[in-house]
């Protein structure tokens, strides 16, 4: 053992010299370098560390996205608007093309209208009398009165207007006039209808009424029909027409007397003026 002890202790030496040595070594080296850099000692630098490249700016390219985003909307807002706009425009135009149209027909109409009351005359007072006068001019009957109801009392005064018939002054009136064949002699009935059918069409027949106006009518019709119907004293939409009744005693038969009188004959004309 202690044999071990003193070369330990030599060891120690040795090794003490040598860190001794390198103490004064390193101070010698330390000396001469500050001897050649003016005594300043240049700092220590490490090495250069790599470039790294930038991260991306997150909240910069979300605020990009997000005025692009809103770019957009603002500009199909925009074409919405226009498009809207476009929409109106051409349904007012279509608007105004169908007011425009609307009242260029009215205006027509108007005017039309306007021309038919210049052509038809001024509007017939009615009068109070129902009394009217009938003219034949083909049958030499002049002014004939025509009084309400078709009672004998009344065909005995002339001819007889058929009452629930229309009356001259009246739009779209079926007046109808019913007088006998052979009548009653002395009296303005005698035989006041017996020619009846020797009226054609084109045959003037004229009324006048108790207040002196006048209603021109042509023939237009020729009526054959059972006694029993009545259809030839209804309205006819959009005429205004005298109706002249007699009695016949059959079908085509105009010349005979009597004594039956199967048969209405009605000779129809329509208004001119």
């Not at 199909?76 to 169908?98: I, M, N, S, T, Y």
């Not at 005359?121 to 030499?140: E, Q, R």
């Not at 045959?203 to 207040?211: H, K, Q, W």
């Amino acid at each position: 053992m202690g044999r071990r002890q003193r070369i330990s202790r030599r060891q120690r030496r040795i090794l003490t010299g040598l860190l001794v040595a390198a103490c004064l070594a390193l101070g010698a080296f330390v000396v001469g370098i500050s001897a050649l850099t003016g005594g300043q000692s240049a700092p220590v630098r490490g090495a250069d560390a790599p470039e790294v490249a930038a991260a991306p700016d997150l909240a910069n390219a979300a605020l990009i996205e997000a005025r692009a985003r809103a770019a957009g909307l603002a500009a199909r807002r925009e074409a919405e608007k226009a498009a809207d706009r476009e929409a109106a425009e051409e349904e007012a135009a279509r608007q105004a093309a169908a007011e425009q149209a609307a009242a260029e027909q009215a205006a027509a109409e108007q005017a039309a209208a306007e021309q038919e009351t210049a052509q038809a005359g001024p509007t017939p007072a009615i009068p109070a009398d129902t009394t009217m006068y009938l003219t034949v001019p083909k049958l030499g009957l002049y002014d004939i009165p025509v009084v309400e109801g078709t009672s004998e009392a009344s065909l005995g005064q002339g001819a007889g207007h058929y009452v629930g018939s229309g009356y001259p002054w009246v739009e779209d009136s079926n007046t109808y006039i019913a007088g006998h064949r052979l009548g009653y002699p002395g009296t303005l009935s005698d035989h006041v209808f017996y020619y009846l059918p020797n009226l054609a069409e084109g045959d003037e027949i004229v009324l006048t009424d108790s207040l002196g106006q006048t209603y021109t009518y042509q023939v237009s019709e020729i009526l054959e029909v059972p006694i029993t119907d009545l259809s030839v004293t209804a309205a006819i939409p959009g005429r205004d027409v005298v109706s002249l009744q007699t009695c016949i005693e059959n079908f085509g038969d105009y010349w005979t007397e009597g004594p039956n009188w199967y048969v209405r004959y009605v000779v129809r004309a329509d208004r001119v003026s």
